[in-house]
T-cell receptor
Framework: GAGVSQSPSNKVTEKGKDVELRCDPI?????LYWYRQSLGQGLEFLIY????????KSGLPSDRFSAERTGGSVSTLTIQRTQQEDSAVYLC??????????FGPGTRLTVL | QKEVEQNSGPLSVPEGAIASLNCTYS??????FFWYRQYSGKSPELIMF????GDKEDGRFTAQLNKASQYVSLLIRDSQPSDSATYLC???????????FGTGTRLQVFP
């Protein structure tokens, strides 16, 4: 079956522009997570959606970052007025149970 | 103190040896512990999870948890060059479903 998909796979943008990153979770998975991974670093938690509950936004690094999950499925992570320090790989994961998070291939964001 | 700490490595072991990867965590109330493998340029993939003190074996992999000492380890027996990757430890604290990752240990298995 299809895994978690993310688009675009690569995004190069200029400082100050807005970007949208998309995640399609595995069908039927109720939980969706966004992480960020900078070069040579671990995964930094950003935001977590679980069913119809209010999302856990505690990991978002600034108010330039926001995320939505429409219809309990697809999620979009938006970064406004991008900065060079936003350059990283943005990973999405989905799960139906806490002990099985499946990761997508990631979006590599480069801010020039 | 970081919530989840790992030695960045690299940890180099010869083919066929046992690789031992360690992780410590700061929140004593943490309940769930995970090991992910990440090949260069790829996404993490789950290898094992462990909830209870003691050992949990799955093929060549053994996860060990010691809640009193707040550490979790991963042993890889009969290491193969294909095991060369970064191994990420992740922990879920109490009252949350949020995974907190360590920075990972890079393992190199040489022929």
């Amino acid at each position: 079956g299809a895994g978690v998909s993310q688009s675009p796979s690569n995004k190069v943008t200029e400082k100050g522009k807005d970007v949208e990153l998309r995640c399609d979770p595995i069908s039927g998975h109720t939980a969706l997570y966004w992480y960020r991974q900078s070069l040579g670093q671990g995964l930094e938690f950003l935001i977590y959606f679980q069913g119809n509950s209010a999302p856990d936004k505690s990991g978002l690094p600034s108010d330039r970052f926001s995320a939505e999950r429409t219809g309990g499925s697809v999620s979009t992570l938006t970064i406004q007025r991008t900065q060079q320090e936003d350059s990283a790989v943005y990973l999405c994961a989905s799960s139906n149970r806490v002990n099985e998070q499946f990761f997508g291939p990631g979006t590599r964001l480069t801010v020039l | 103190q970081k919530e989840v700490e790992q030695n960045s490595g690299p940890l180099s072991v010869p083919e066929g040896a046992i690789a031992s990867l360690n992780c410590t965590y700061s929140d004593r109330g943490s309940q769930s512990f995970f090991w992910y493998r990440q090949y260069s340029g790829k996404s993490p993939e789950l290898i094992m999870f462990i909830y209870s003190n003691g050992d949990k074996e799955d093929g060549r992999f053994t996860a060990q948890l010691n809640k009193a000492s707040q550490y979790v380890s991963l042993l890889i027996r009969d290491s193969q060059p294909s095991d060369s990757a970064t191994y990420l430890c992740a922990v879920i604290g109490p009252n949350t479903d949020k995974l907190i990752f360590g920075t990972g240990t890079r393992l190199q298995v040489f022929p």
